[in-house]
């Protein structure tokens, strides 16, 4: 495994122990201290992911034009870290949606440079390995910053401000890492770029390449943000401080997961992966929903850190192996763009089920979602060519 992708995974995990120190908590912070209402939750959320992941086509579209993907990634985890201090001098849900707004942007950024980065320094027949790797040490930084917030949180008996402001320090550290610890590998083919977005570049995205697009899009609207997990382990009662402690099991699970389920898509068919990852999905709605208590809680939100393994690298994967070598960081944008529009709906939509039918009916449409996604891929792979 090449050194620098070591040393992606790495600021991937600073960067997430950053975020998920202020994300963990950042649902609680907003009913609890600012009062705003589960629908408000959904709207910022939503609009968070989807704008991070809009910005990355633009981001994508950009390093497939320049050639050069590191800067435009360093210049996103920059803007990410120094969005920090805002979550902490936050007095209203406004202030809170523009520090979400101006952090998820950083991501948008760096994400789709970034991916196409790892693709570009990976071997191909361990290409779905690598993306795992990151993957598996991006999510030990998700773990890992929650249970910072939680001991933060109780030691300084539940001061969410002064958590906000530790987490600038980790962002920081990424930002350095990535300056000094990858270095760029050179261009293959021609050096004379030309618009990414033009018509006779995008004719060169086949077919496959748009379905993965399509999977991709129905795999969001069946997955809304985590953010109502995180309310979901609040209703059983566990105590605020230790509420974050859910989102840690989850991401454990992803960690421990991403790596096997990202070799395994370097030697099984990719459909029969998403299938089972859907039927993980549907089995965690179903969980979250009808089991009462801390246990169901923690079992359902277990098999969602599994869904998470199972299809998130595999869909980076398919698009890497798809999209021109000179096109990914374009392919990788399209992709998020198209998620993106889908992230927004899915989270105002749980919001409003969660207002209006209680967490049960949240849970039970995104499992409703992803039957009706699940069926729509078995009729496509048992269709006659």
């Not at 002064?162 to 920081?172: Q, S």
């Not at 760029?184 to 990414?196: D, L, M, W």
């Amino acid at each position: 495994m090449p050194a620098a992708i070591w040393a992606l995974g790495f600021v991937s995990l600073l960067m997430d122990v950053s975020s998920e120190m202020i994300h963990s908590l950042l649902p609680l912070f907003l009913v609890g201290t600012l009062g705003a209402a589960a629908t408000t939750v959904g709207v910022i959320e939503g609009i968070a992911e989807a704008t991070a992941l809009v910005v990355k086509i633009f981001s994508g579209v950009l390093s497939d034009w320049l050639g050069k993907r590191k800067a435009l990634a360093v210049a996103g985890y920059a803007l990410g870290a120094l969005s920090k201090p805002l979550f902490a001098i936050a007095s209203s849900t406004g202030v809170v949606l523009a520090a979400r707004f101006i952090d998820r942007v950083g991501k948008g950024i760096r994400g789709a440079p970034r991916d196409a980065l790892v693709a570009d320094i990976a071997p191909p027949d361990i290409r779905g390995a690598a993306i795992g790797l990151r993957q598996s040490l991006d999510t030990v930084g998700a773990f890992v910053g929650p249970l910072l917030g939680v001991a933060l949180m109780l030691l300084w008996a539940n001061d969410f401000r002064a958590v906000f402001m530790v987490a600038i320090v980790p962002g920081l550290l990424a930002v350095v890492l990535l300056m000094v610890g990858v270095h760029e590998p050179a261009q293959k083919g021609s050096t004379h770029r030309t618009n990414p977005l033009r018509r006779a570049n995008l004719a060169r995205l086949p077919r496959a390449y748009w379905h993965v697009v399509g999977i991709g899009a129905a795999f969001t609207l069946a997955r809304f943000s985590e953010a109502f997990l995180v309310l979901r382990a609040a209703d059983t009662g566990i105590a605020t401080a230790l509420v974050p402690l859910v989102m840690v099991a989850m991401n454990v699970v992803y960690s421990l997961s991403a790596y096997p389920f990202g070799s395994l898509s370097d030697r099984l068919p990719h459909g029969m992966l998403l299938a089972w990852g859907l039927v993980v999905l549907i089995a965690a709605d179903l969980v979250l929903a009808t089991v009462p208590g801390i246990p169901g809680a923690l079992a359902g939100i277990t098999l969602w850190g599994v869904h998470m393994g199972m299809t998130q690298g595999l869909l980076l994967r398919m698009i890497a192996d798809a999209a021109p070598a000179d096109l990914r960081g374009t392919a990788y944008g399209m992709f998020n763009l198209v998620s993106g529009g889908a992230m927004l709906a899915a989270s105002v939509l749980a919001g409003v089920l969660w207002d209006t039918l209680g967490s049960a009916a949240t849970f039970l449409g995104g499992g409703a979602f992803a039957a009706i996604t699940l069926l729509a891929l078995l009729t496509r792979r048992r269709a006659p060519a």
